[in-house]
């Protein structure tokens, strides 16, 4: 039962009518109603467009024709309930009104009281029925918004209005990056509640005009309608951006979500709904792939990186198998000694054509693809070998980090794999250090916990790799075996020039310390950095300032000779 009136607009019809229509309705205690009356029907049709009401009952008598035609207009718009008047019920006309959609056809000779409510009550439940079944095939029932069916019919329809007005449309395609690991790490509750949030900041931030919908998952579109440039579109993509990457809170933490956005214009990217879509996608994933928040326009460029890539996948499958990796290490240095107590190993591929292909445009690819584990395998295996070598060569101290995956850790044969791994190679396991990132640990902290413990019982040690840059909870690294933490080059490169930074990375070292672990920065370039850091006890230091990263034979004529390699 409804608390407010129900607004009823009477089109067409005399003043008595009006008068005894009135009366009627004052005797239903139910459900009070509200009776406007427009004399003709191109009065009423303004009505309707400039007020709100939740009935329309079209008097069919007079003026037929104009009657049934406003009654295809609001199915055509707003699709309001319809109850049609006629002077009789077997009138042909009646029939016609069902056809374009009246819920119910009223004659003159039979407005009763019951009849009446009955009628309006059956109008208005039907239409609340309607309106539900319509949602679950055109909403998305999580956040409200329109779903992937209803995107591609109203992207059809805005293709058609600026081609029929020689304008330009724009098209983004938003991804949410890392959802899936939140997804994985917390409830799917608190994911859900993620999206509903994000969707309500896309919701915000644009135009009444623009078109916004859900795709699926972590996944949202975007139409923009009448762009004059370029340059509006990307102000537009800038602005979801910024929007999007305000912090969210997670169990009491403060969590950043980035985003990469694909943009498809119309007429030049495409001129269909499938065009568009195939090609802002394409841009989408060129975006994902120089990581962070990004947008990138489509173009003929990204049409030739996403074959690359496809190229790329296939080449990197054939690597393992043709011996195409090795290992190059970055020393680590002790601030207080100045001596080189370790190293961090990094994967190379030296690709046949392409020469070296560096970490950053490789290993995503291995993550989306899958072959991350394999290779994740192969970097143990090697880095033992190598650890064996530096001992042959009189180097019995020094300890080797590598690079953990997230998804590495969800394998259930990693902890029994890398334990058989390590065996079989007969090094020292002290000396052996994964270095994990937050939100892999976070990726699945229980899975994560479980075999950081077990191989913590072979005597392997872990550090948490590029610290501030996730969403961990110190709640939960307090329970980890992790013995060092390591700062982020992003905060290392600007700590002798931004005061933020600096502070930052201050509050960083006393946060590890009040942990009783060691802290590692990244990305030391000069000597100011390597002073700062000094000066504030962090224990070790990776970086240019002393040597990138290089091969085994280099990196024992290193330590022989005493050198230090200038990048």
């Known amino acids: 039962m409804r608390d407010a009136s129900v607004r009823i607009l009477l089109a067409g019809g005399t003043q008595s009518q009006y008068q005894l229509l009135i009366e009627q309705l004052q005797h239903i205690k139910r459900q009070p109603y509200l009776l ?41 718009g707003a699709a309001l309930p319809c109850i049609t008047l006629f002077e009789h ?21 039979n407005l009763h009281v019951a009849i009446l409510e009955r009628s309006f009550r059956y109008a208005l439940d039907r239409s609340v029925v309607d309106q539900k079944l319509s949602q679950s095939h055109l909403y998305d029932p999580l956040t409200g918004i329109p779903n992937r069916q209803m995107f591609r019919q109203t992207l059809d329809a805005a293709i058609v209005s600026a081609k029929a007005q020689h304008a330009k449309l724009g098209l983004l395609l938003i991804n949410l990056d890392g959802f899936k690991r939140i997804n994985q790490a917390y409830s799917m509750d608190t994911a859900d509640e993620m999206v509903r949030t994000m969707a309500r900041r896309l919701a915000r931030c644009v135009r009444k005009s623009d078109r916004l919908a859900r795709m699926g998952g972590d996944e949202f579109a975007l139409i923009l309608d009448d762009c004059r440039s370029a340059e509006d579109v990307a102000l537009v993509s800038q602005k979801v951006i910024d929007v999007l990457s305000a912090p969210y809170m997670i169990e009491g933490a403060p969590v950043i979500i980035s985003c990469s956005i694909g943009v498809a214009m119309y007429p030049e990217s495409g001129e ?56 190059y290490y970055q020393p680590r ?140 909870s110190f709640a939960h690294i307090q329970r980890l075996p992790i013995s060092a933490l390591k700062i982020d080059r992003s905060f290392v490169s600007n700590v002798t020039e931004d005061f933020g930074d600096a502070e930052i990375v201050k509050a960083m070292i006393n946060l590890a310390h009040s942990l009783k672990i060691k802290v590692i920065a990244e990305g030391a370039e000069t000597l100011e950095q390597i002073q700062f850091l000094w000066e504030h006890n962090c224990e070790q230091v990776q970086g240019y300032y002393f040597s990138p990263a290089v091969s085994v034979q280099d990196f024992t004529a290193i330590i022989d000779q005493r050198v230090t390699v200038t990048a």
């Open 272 to 327: 269909t709904v499938d065009g568009l879509l195939k090609r802002a996608n394409m841009a989408m994933m060129e975006a994902k792939s120089e990581r962070g928040s990004q947008y990138h326009f489509y173009s003929e460029e990204t049409q030739i990186g996403a074959l690359q890539r496809v190229n790329l996948e296939k080449d990197l499958r054939l690597a393992l198998r043709a011996n195409q990796f090795e290992m």
């Open 89 to 109: 019920s077997d009138s042909e006309l009646s029939v016609l009104a069902h056809d374009l959609g009246a819920v119910d056809c009223l004659t003159t000779d």
């Open 333 to 472: 240095v002790d601030l207080r000694s100045g001596e080189t107590v370790g190293m961090e190993g990094l994967i190379r591929w030296h690709h046949p054509k392409r020469g070296l292909v560096s970490p950053a445009e490789f290993i995503p690819l291995a993550e989306e693809c899958g072959l991350i584990i394999p290779i994740g395998y192969w970097v143990i295996q090697q880095a033992c070998k190598d650890m064996k070598y530096f001992d042959d060569c009189g180097n019995h101290d020094l300890h080797v980090a590598i690079n953990l995956s997230f998804k590495q850790l969800q394998d259930n044969m990693f902890v029994e794999t890398a334990a058989r791994i390590i065996k079989d190679s007969r090094v020292d396991a002290h000396r052996l250090e994964f270095e994990l990132t937050e939100t892999a640990i976070m990726s699945n902290f229980q899975q994560t916990y479980e075999g950081m413990m077990a191989l913590s019982q072979l005597g392997i040690t872990f550090s948490l790799d590029d610290f501030g840059t996730g969403f961990s």
């Open 36 to 76: 406007v009356w427009s004399e003709d029907h191109d009065r009423a049709e303004r009505e309707l467009a400039a007020e709100s009401y939740d009935l329309v009952l079209i008097d069919c008598q007079a003026d037929p024709e104009r009657a049934l035609y406003l009654l295809s207009y609001i199915q055509q």
